[in-house]
């Protein structure tokens, strides 16, 4: 698919399905219980800008490009040939909006379904977000460093948003207002109603973290959850030091070294560290030595924050209930930078077979 992901879903909202899956074992989307009589299937084709190796659906025939066919499915089903996992974050975003309909997200086994208002839908899945009205409808938000997941749901598209700066937004709006855009800025200067996900405080169980939300449990590997949190965080440009008051003495450092380890928050002078970044509570002298060891002062952007976020979880402790939303803050909270996976859900579900 060339175009925008936003296209394929703002093109389903134009249908109000009744229903939407998305499987991304396979990277198909179907939409059902909708009324696609008359569209024209070659031209929804170059509508989404779909590609070779692709696949459209509807109107009971099947286009893949360059023949048309028959098809027995009644809706309409687009089957990617990028994985579908690659818009995770706007595929879990889309879920909380789409109140028009059922949202279904299937993966492996398991099958995850969205149902109620978009405030309800909310309360579920958005973990410690802000709920505020907006005229014709109703905002989610939290102030993160930088905005990452920034979507509103309008009358008849699904748009990604480019504002408001520094923070998480999913707007929902049912009218035609031409100030919602407005109404958006203002609601984030004041203080949103809080809603946190029901379910009890995130406790610790060996290595891992245990976290009830909803009717689900999260599991969530606690070393690898702050080697991600810890290399976002690393990412940022502008980091937020603080001043040490008793100096920690690392000896002679390379200025190749010294220079790089500035770049990530930390400050060094006649061969002691005087600031480290505001985020790390506890910094100890045998952490900074491996910290030291670990560059060699060349290395890019990413692969320098990886170095350090990787030593420094090591020893890095945090507040299981603290670390599951700094997790949930994340650009990508479901894998380490290493590739390992971080988190799994438990639903009603899988429980049901471990205990049949």
């Known amino acids: 698919m060339k175009g925008p992901f936003e296209d394929l879903l703002s093109f389903l909202v134009s249908l109000s399905p009744s229903r939407i899956t998305f499987n991304?074992?396979?990277s198909t989307v179907y939409a059902e219980g909708l009324k696609?009589?008359?569209?024209?299937?070659?031209?929804?084709?170059?509508?989404?800008?779909?590609?070779?190796?692709?696949r459209l659906e509807c109107c009971g025939k099947s286009y893949d490009g360059t023949r048309i066919k028959g098809s027995f499915y009644p809706g309409v089903s687009v089957h990617l040939r990028r994985p579908l996992s690659w818009y995770r974050g706007t595929v879990e975003a889309f879920a909380v909006l789409y109140d028009v309909g059922d949202v279904v997200v299937v993966e492996g086994r398991k099958r995850k379904a969205y149902r109620g208002s978009f405030r309800e839908?909310?309360?579920l899945n958005l973990y410690n977000w802000r709920y505020v009205d907006l005229p014709g409808g109703g905002m989610f938000y939290l102030p993160v460093p930088r905005g990452t997941r920034r979507f509103a749901l309008l009358p008849s598209s699904f748009v990604r948003l480019n504002f408001p700066t520094g923070y998480n937004v999913l707007v929902r709006i049912y009218e035609?207002?031409?100030?919602?855009?407005?109404?958006?800025?203002?609601?984030?200067?004041?203080?949103?109603?809080n809603v946190r996900s029901p379910g009890a405080r995130a406790f610790r169980v060996g290595k891992y973290l245990v976290k009830v939300v909803g009717e689900d449990l999260l599991i969530v590997h606690e070393r690898r959850a702050i080697f991600r949190?810890?290399?976002?965080?690393?990412?940022?440009?502008?980091?937020?030091?603080?001043?040490?008051?008793?100096?920690?003495?690392?000896?002679?450092?390379e200025p190749e070294r010294a220079a790089a380890l500035r770049r990530v928050g930390f400050r060094i002078r006649n061969g002691n560290v005087v600031e480290v970044p505001e985020f790390l509570k506890v910094v100890d002298p045998a952490t900074l030595s491996s910290l030291l060891e670990s560059i060699s002062g060349t290395e890019r952007r990413e692969v320098l924050a990886r170095k350090?976020?990787?030593?420094?979880?090591?020893?890095t402790t945090v507040e299981p209930e603290d670390l599951v939303i700094s997790l949930m803050m994340c650009n990508n909270p479901y894998q380490d930078p290493d590739g390992n996976v971080i988190v799994r859900r438990i639903t009603l579900e899988d429980l049901d077979e471990l205990l049949p």
Request: hydrophobic fraction near 45%.
């Open 176 to 193: 035609r207002l031409g100030d919602w855009k407005t109404a958006v800025i203002n609601a984030v200067r004041d203080r949103g109603v």
């Open 308 to 315: 350090v976020a990787e030593v420094l979880a090591k020893t």
């Open 229 to 253: 949190v810890l290399y976002e965080r690393f990412l940022q440009e502008d980091i937020r030091t603080r001043r040490l008051l008793m100096p920690l003495s690392v000896g002679d450092v």
């Open 24 to 26: 991304l074992n396979v």
């Open 36 to 54: 696609a009589e008359g569209l024209d299937i070659a031209e929804v084709w170059d509508t989404l800008q779909l590609e070779s190796g692709e």
């Open 121 to 123: 839908r909310g309360q």
